[in-house]
């Protein structure tokens, strides 16, 4: 009923054009937050990388459209480290926000500052801090400004 509700939209070919149709059904699901991300291949997503990634005018397109995308729709979020929003003539340019704000842990337990970095900047792995009772001593130690909680732990 109060839960926070995101959605994850990475643009390819094969579903970019539908991003308009995708923010209006957010809407009337009354969702919190659609962020829409980079494609980086890797997996099966590497192997139909051409396939599926996205030429320069597609690109051009999608950006156009989330410049409008984002002045009708409050909830659209570009994450990191898509933020082209100088596109629209903002100067306000996001840094890059590595391990300040989030973190990825994979399914192995396994946590990395980015989902772009993946497994080239790992930091731990959660079950061995889990185990430890030490999970606060890693998010401080990637730099993240954290209080102590319990809900993440369930």
């Given amino acids: 009923k109060n839960a926070y509700v995101g959605i994850h939209f990475v643009p390819m070919k094969i579903n970019y054009q539908e ?3 995708l923010c209006k059904l ?3 699901m ?3 937050e659609l962020a829409i991300l980079r494609f980086i291949p890797q997996g099966r997503g590497y192997k139909s990388r051409n396939l599926l990634r996205l030429n320069n005018k597609e690109a051009e397109n999608l950006l156009n459209n989330i410049i409008k995308l984002k002045k009708k729709y409050r909830f659209v979020r570009l994450g990191c480290p ?3 929003s100088f596109f629209s003539g903002n100067k306000n340019i996001s840094k890059c926000k590595v391990g300040r ?3 990825t842990i994979g399914s192995d337990g396994i946590v990395a500052l980015c989902p772009a970095f993946k497994y080239k900047q790992v930091v731990g792995n959660i079950k061995k ?3 430890s009772g030490r999970l606060e001593m890693l998010l401080r130690k990637v730099g993240l400004n954290i209080h102590p909680f319990s ?3 369930y």
């Fill in 19 to 21: 991003l308009e149709e």
């Fill in 26 to 28: 957010a809407a009337d």
């Fill in 30 to 32: 009354n969702v919190n």
């Fill in 82 to 84: 898509i933020d082209f």
């Fill in 101 to 103: 704000d989030a973190l």
């Fill in 129 to 131: 801090f889990l185990k």
């Fill in 151 to 153: 809900w993440f732990l």
